[in-house]
């Protein structure tokens, strides 16, 4: 049973243009929501996280915007640059102290940004 | 400050096979995580040492994967016999606190059943 589901699988962008990538939940528990960035041939770095006593976290170009009633969170990237090509998790847990085991992980989205 | 290492980053091997992956965590770290990311899907916990002891073992498949951290500082993962819905990304990570969002991931190891 997939807990985050994650879409778009797949996400192709020109530079200077919005990326969103979008994440559902079912477990109302959870109340930590981190993003992960992963490089080619790299392992899997966190990004950006929130929680859900706010509706937006902005870090730069990135922006997490949570809707705990849909139990929907995405990630947005602003001007979107060929640096940004990379997969990216979104997680979901319960706080930010939670057991390694108790993360529960999307399936990914690969980004492409197009020069 | 190296970072966490993992060996190897590929391997081939055929059905019925052993494979054993490796990983170093950074220096100073007592956690220490397994996770599998099969193709396409979402990244999967294994298994957390703390130290040389397994905390918390609740992901690993089935008793065809074993894992060891002797002497609580690098930790091999043995897959024997390797079957082909094994294949997948092994990634390893490291923390010196309890909190896994402050973990850090080794590159991965490719692993393909053939």
């Known amino acids: 049973q997939q807990q985050v589901k994650q879409s778009p699988q797949s996400l192709i962008v020109q530079k200077g243009g919005i990326s969103i990538i979008n994440c559902a939940y079912e477990?109302?528990?959870?109340?930590?929501f981190p993003w992960y960035q992963q490089f080619p041939g790299k392992g899997p770095a966190l990004l950006i996280a929130?929680?859900?006593?706010?509706s937006e976290k902005k870090e730069g170009r990135f922006t997490i915007s949570f809707n705990k009633s849909a139990k929907q969170f995405s990630l947005h990237i602003m001007d979107s640059q060929p640096g940004d090509s990379a997969t990216y998790f979104c997680a979901a847990s319960r706080g930010p102290y939670s057991s390694a085991s108790k993360i529960i992980f999307g399936s990914g989205t690969r980004l492409s940004i197009r020069p | 400050e190296a970072g966490v290492t993992q060996f190897p980053s590929h391997s081939v091997i055929e059905k019925g096979q052993t494979v054993t992956l490796r990983c170093d965590p950074i220096s100073g770290h007592d956690n220490l995580y397994w996770y599998r990311r099969v193709m396409g899907k979402e990244i999967k916990f294994l298994l957390h040492?703390?130290?040389?002891?397994?905390?918390?073992e609740s992901g690993m498949p089935n008793n065809r994967f074993l894992a060891e951290r002797t002497g609580g500082t690098y930790s091999t993962l043995k897959v024997q016999p390797a079957e082909l819905e094994d294949s997948g990304v092994y990634f390893c990570?490291?923390?010196?606190?309890?909190?896994?969002?402050?973990?850090?991931f080794g590159q991965g190891t490719r692993l393909t059943v053939v």
């Open positions: 040492f703390v130290k040389e002891s397994k905390q918390d």
């Open positions: 477990n109302t528990a959870f109340d930590y």
């Open positions: 990570a490291s923390s010196q606190g309890l909190g896994f969002t402050e973990a850090f």
């Open positions: 929130i929680r859900p006593d706010v």
